[in-house]
Protein backbone atom coordinates (compact mmCIF):
# COMPACT_ATOMS: atom_id res chain seq x y z
CA UNK A 1 0.00 0.00 0.00
CA UNK A 2 1.24 3.48 -0.80
CA UNK A 3 2.29 5.68 1.94
CA UNK A 4 0.50 8.85 2.52
CA UNK A 5 2.69 12.35 1.92
CA UNK A 6 1.81 14.67 4.79
CA UNK A 7 -0.53 17.43 3.19
CA UNK A 8 0.75 20.61 2.98
CA UNK A 9 0.08 23.28 5.70
CA UNK A 10 -2.67 25.51 4.37
CA UNK A 11 -1.53 29.07 3.33
CA UNK A 12 -3.92 31.00 5.64
CA UNK A 13 -1.74 29.15 9.31
CA UNK A 14 1.27 30.63 7.75
CA UNK A 15 0.74 33.80 7.18
CA UNK A 16 -1.14 33.85 10.83
CA UNK A 17 2.52 32.98 12.14
CA UNK A 18 4.35 36.06 12.96
CA UNK A 19 7.53 34.46 12.67
CA UNK A 20 6.64 33.60 8.52
CA UNK A 21 7.53 35.00 5.57
CA UNK A 22 4.97 35.86 3.41
CA UNK A 23 3.95 38.35 0.52
CA UNK A 24 1.46 40.22 2.72
CA UNK A 25 4.69 41.38 5.18
CA UNK A 26 7.05 42.13 2.38
CA UNK A 27 4.47 44.69 1.02
CA UNK A 28 3.66 46.08 3.92
CA UNK A 29 5.83 45.37 6.87
CA UNK A 30 5.05 46.27 10.34
CA UNK A 31 8.22 45.67 12.19
CA UNK A 32 11.73 47.26 12.20
CA UNK A 33 12.26 49.61 9.30
CA UNK A 34 16.03 49.73 8.46
CA UNK A 35 15.23 53.39 6.86
CA UNK A 36 13.35 54.54 9.05
CA UNK A 37 16.09 56.70 11.45
CA UNK A 38 17.44 58.29 7.84
CA UNK A 39 14.01 59.76 7.27
CA UNK A 40 13.83 61.14 10.96
CA UNK A 41 17.02 62.94 10.59
CA UNK A 42 15.98 66.27 8.92
CA UNK A 43 13.71 66.30 12.21
CA UNK A 44 16.14 65.47 15.10
CA UNK A 45 19.35 67.27 12.88
CA UNK A 46 20.06 69.92 15.81
CA UNK A 47 20.26 67.09 18.31
CA UNK A 48 22.28 64.61 16.75
CA UNK A 49 25.82 65.38 15.72
CA UNK A 50 27.15 63.24 12.53
CA UNK A 51 30.06 62.34 11.61
CA UNK A 52 30.61 61.53 8.14
CA UNK A 53 33.57 60.31 5.89
CA UNK A 54 33.81 61.01 2.05
CA UNK A 55 35.74 58.82 -0.35
CA UNK A 56 37.93 61.23 -2.51
CA UNK A 57 40.54 59.47 -4.80
CA UNK A 58 42.29 56.11 -4.30
CA UNK A 59 43.00 56.00 -0.39
CA UNK A 60 41.75 59.94 0.17
CA UNK A 61 39.04 60.66 2.25
CA UNK A 62 37.10 64.13 3.51
CA UNK A 63 35.54 63.51 7.25
CA UNK A 64 32.41 65.80 7.48
CA UNK A 65 31.01 67.15 10.91
CA UNK A 66 27.32 68.48 10.92
CA UNK A 67 25.00 69.48 13.67
CA UNK A 68 27.50 70.95 16.21
CA UNK A 69 25.41 73.63 18.49
CA UNK A 70 25.07 76.76 17.06
CA UNK A 71 26.67 78.65 19.96
CA UNK A 72 29.82 76.96 19.74
CA UNK A 73 32.81 79.01 17.88
CA UNK A 74 33.34 76.84 15.15
CA UNK A 75 36.69 78.47 13.99
CA UNK A 76 37.90 77.94 17.39
CA UNK A 77 36.26 74.13 17.44
CA UNK A 78 37.82 73.71 14.30
CA UNK A 79 41.59 75.77 14.77
CA UNK A 80 42.32 73.13 18.39
CA UNK A 81 41.02 69.75 16.46
CA UNK A 82 43.53 70.86 13.49
CA UNK A 83 46.17 71.01 15.45
CA UNK A 84 45.64 68.31 18.02
CA UNK A 85 45.29 65.83 15.27
CA UNK A 86 47.86 67.60 12.68
CA UNK A 87 44.91 67.43 9.99
CA UNK A 88 43.99 70.49 7.50
CA UNK A 89 40.19 71.20 7.75
CA UNK A 90 37.96 74.13 7.32
CA UNK A 91 34.27 75.48 7.49
CA UNK A 92 31.90 74.72 4.64
CA UNK A 93 28.37 76.82 4.49
CA UNK A 94 25.56 73.87 3.39
CA UNK A 95 21.85 74.97 1.97
CA UNK A 96 20.50 72.32 4.05
CA UNK A 97 22.82 71.72 7.11
CA UNK A 98 24.15 74.64 7.92
CA UNK A 99 27.91 75.48 8.56
CA UNK A 100 29.49 71.79 8.45
CA UNK A 101 33.30 71.15 9.46
CA UNK A 102 35.88 69.18 6.95
CA UNK A 103 38.55 67.70 7.67
CA UNK A 104 41.39 65.83 5.70
CA UNK A 105 41.48 62.19 5.89
CA UNK A 106 39.46 59.91 8.24
CA UNK A 107 38.99 61.46 11.72
CA UNK A 108 35.88 60.02 12.38
CA UNK A 109 37.57 58.49 15.75
CA UNK A 110 39.11 61.54 16.93
CA UNK A 111 36.43 63.81 16.30
CA UNK A 112 34.04 61.80 18.09
CA UNK A 113 36.79 61.50 21.27
CA UNK A 114 37.22 65.20 20.69
CA UNK A 115 33.93 65.90 21.18
CA UNK A 116 33.65 63.49 24.43
CA UNK A 117 36.51 64.55 26.23
CA UNK A 118 35.44 68.38 25.72
CA UNK A 119 32.15 67.99 26.61
CA UNK A 120 31.04 69.21 23.93
CA UNK A 121 28.36 66.64 23.18
CA UNK A 122 27.54 63.27 25.00
CA UNK A 123 28.05 59.98 23.54
CA UNK A 124 24.88 59.05 22.72
CA UNK A 125 24.42 61.89 20.51
CA UNK A 126 26.60 61.38 18.37
CA UNK A 127 26.13 59.79 15.10
CA UNK A 128 29.14 57.96 13.28
CA UNK A 129 28.44 57.17 9.33
CA UNK A 130 30.48 55.57 6.68
CA UNK A 131 32.39 52.30 5.39
Known sequence: SP?????PAPLAAAS???????IENLANPAGFDPFA???QE???QGSDIHIRVQQRNGRKCI???QGLDAALDLKKVLKVIKK??????NIVEHDEMGQV???????????????IENEL????KIKTHGF
Not at 16 to 22: E, F, G, K, L
Not at 121 to 124: E, M, N, Q, R, T
Open 3 to 7: RASPS
Open 16 to 22: SSPCCMN
Open 37 to 39: SDA
Open 42 to 44: GGD
Open 63 to 65: THV
Open 84 to 89: EYCCNG
Open 101 to 115: LQFQGDQRQNIAKFL
Open 121 to 124: APKD
